[in-house]
């Protein structure tokens, strides 16, 4: 042990010399929401050799010196700036609906929708989406800033995605609600406060979700399931930024503590810490650790472990310091290369847990479980201006996530905090996104192949099983249980009104069957909307 503390004495050491040796740069303050679509457009800034950007902590802030021009560029898109058009048509094309501004404060106030109705083919079924919300946001100063938005919604959703929503009782990546009818009824807020008291510093209070890496997905900690509350540090110091999260999370699947409504749902607590070191202006490496534990198990009230709270120590040690613990540590690795200007080699490493006699062994020991993501990304491709493109592959061994108790598995809200497959699984995925004055086109591609669980067992692919109840001890191996196949082919071509709030008309198509030697799903649909608002809600599973 004290070998490992002098270790991580110098260790440290060396990244604050490396640090101090580098130009320091500001920890903005501005959220911006974290947006597939919008964050490819800024691919031109955050993949750029010729300086240092941390990429793979999102998201992004407004007013970062390297993304400030970008960003402002999107949102001032149209923008009549000699004031010559209407009021009616400012609001609707080019402005909030409310600001208010002045030398020390902004403020703004818009109405969302997301109205859709369309037609799955295949399962012969109309779907159809009711969403009325709102947003308000600004800063005080240029340290303190806030972010609010809630929505209510009714809708009819896709055969395989009602299906998910009756299963996990959740709304993918939203909340639970009413959801045993074939109309569904839920709601669903995100808020945010974010402070930044000097230029190495940013501290930030939210019901939120966070997301870690240079992918589509993330094997470390993705936006997948629904929001949760978080305190969040982040600093900054040269070449090297410091993020480490304290969230509470909930757990409505797991058994209840009593049989009325006393305690409510089952939670958990999660410890991330996530060290990005910007190496030269190409490589970037990023150390991740995660702990969860229960807040409350039939024996008692834990609630929150201050032996977590020391936001620059490594982990392992204090959870090992407990001689039956019952927490779940993972570390984690993520590499990103920029090979050429706007193309960027990534990857990233979850490791969960290792037994290295039985891992050398080759005999698929069950425990030695890990997850690996590998991609290649850029812009510009063909020499086509706003051509982005990803290609991803992503793969976990089965049972990793799991832990001997599911509220202190990797997961919130019934939802895996990775990937939505879970685990026992392989996935490559491409997608392409071009943007035309006003038109935004996306196209993606997905296979993949896991396992799923002939009823009573279980073969890995449910993360949210124990693993004491797990059907294989040797021989373990991806794709193992039922094998199954998916395949998803999908489109968007959307007309951007406002770049405001995203206010846009949008048309996109759906292709989908997943299929093994029991059964075939196939799913063919459109669908047609006006849809607002930025945030990544993730039905490709």
């Known amino acids: 042990m004290r070998k490992l503390y002098i270790f991580m004495a110098i260790f440290v ?50 007013d970062d010196d390297k993304l400030k021009s970008a960003y402002d560029s999107l949102m001032n898109f149209g923008t009549d700036t000699l004031n010559k058009r209407s009021w009616v048509h400012r609001k609707l094309f080019q402005e909030h609906l409310l600001q208010f501004k002045s030398d020390d404060y902004q403020v703004y106030v818009d109405f969302l929708t997301d109205l859709q109705f369309g037609r799955d083919f295949k399962g012969d079924r109309s779907t159809w989406l009711n969403t009325r919300g709102f947003q308000v946001g600004g800063n005080i100063g240029s340290k303190f800033s806030f972010y609010l938005n809630g929505f209510e919604n009714q809708g009819r959703f896709a055969k395989y995605v009602d299906d998910f929503i009756v299963n996990n009782q959740v709304v993918p990546g939203q909340s639970f609600g009413k959801l045993e009818k074939d109309t569904k009824d839920w709601s669903y807020a995100t808020a945010l406060l974010s402070y930044s008291p000097n230029k190495y510093l940013n501290l930030a209070l939210g019901y939120d979700k966070n997301f870690i890496g240079d992918g589509y997905r993330s094997m470390l900690l993705s936006d997948v399931a629904s929001n ?66 229960a807040d409350a198990e039939p024996e008692g009230k834990r609630g929150f ?70 991609g290649l990304r850029g812009s510009n491709l063909f020499k086509v201006k706003d051509l982005n493109y990803l290609a991803e592959f992503n793969t976990a061994r089965p049972y990793t996530y799991a832990h001997f108790d599911r509220v202190s598995n990797y997961a919130a809200f019934n939802q895996p905090l990775a990937h939505p497959f879970g685990a026992n699984f392989r996935e490559m995925l491409g997608l392409l996104n ?9 196209g993606q591609a997905l296979y993949a192949n896991y396992g799923l669980d002939p009823t009573g067992a279980n073969f890995g ?70 849809r607002t608002s930025f945030r990544n809600l993730y039905y490709d599973f």
Do not use: C
């Not at 071009?434 to 996306?442: E, V």
């Not at 405001?500 to 989908?512: A, I, P, V, W």
């Open 13 to 62: 050491a060396f990244f604050v010399f490396k640090a101090n040796s580098q130009q320091t740069q500001s920890t903005a303050n501005q959220y911006i929401l974290h947006d597939y679509q919008l964050y490819q457009k800024l691919n031109g800034s955050v993949y750029d050799t010729k300086s240092k950007f941390h990429s793979s902590i999102r998201g992004f802030y407004a």
């Open 305 to 374: 472990d201050f032996n977590y709270v020391h936001p620059f120590i490594f982990l392992r040690p204090v959870e090992s310091s407990q001689f039956f613990s019952p927490d779940k540590m993972r570390l984690g690795l993520n590499v990103k290369y920029e090979l050429l200007e706007r193309t960027a080699l990534y990857g990233q490493f979850m490791f969960d847990e290792f037994t290295a006699k039985e891992f050398f062994a080759g005999n698929g020991y069950w425990a030695n479980k890990w997850a690996v993501q590998l």
């Open 434 to 442: 071009y943007s035309f004055k006003r038109f935004d086109f996306q």
């Open 228 to 293: 949760y509350s978080f305190f969040r540090l982040k600093a900054t110091l040269g070449s090297i930024q410091y993020q480490t999260i304290y969230a509470y999370m909930l757990d409505p699947g797991a058994p209840k503590l009593t049989i009325d409504r006393r305690l409510g749902d089952r939670a958990k607590w999660m410890a991330a810490h996530y060290l990005d070191w910007n190496v030269s202006n190409r490589l970037s490496i990023g150390f991740f650790q995660a702990v969860t534990w």
């Open 461 to 530: 692919k449910d993360i949210f099983k124990s693993y004491n109840s797990k059907s294989v001890e040797y021989g373990s191996h991806i794709g193992q249980g039922i094998s199954t196949d998916l395949l998803i082919f999908q489109g968007k071509v959307a007309y951007l009104l406002n770049p405001k709030y995203n206010l846009r008309l949008e048309l996109g198509g759906l292709l989908r069957q997943e299929k093994n030697s029991l059964a075939q799903n196939n799913t063919a649909m459109l669908t047609f909307g006006l």
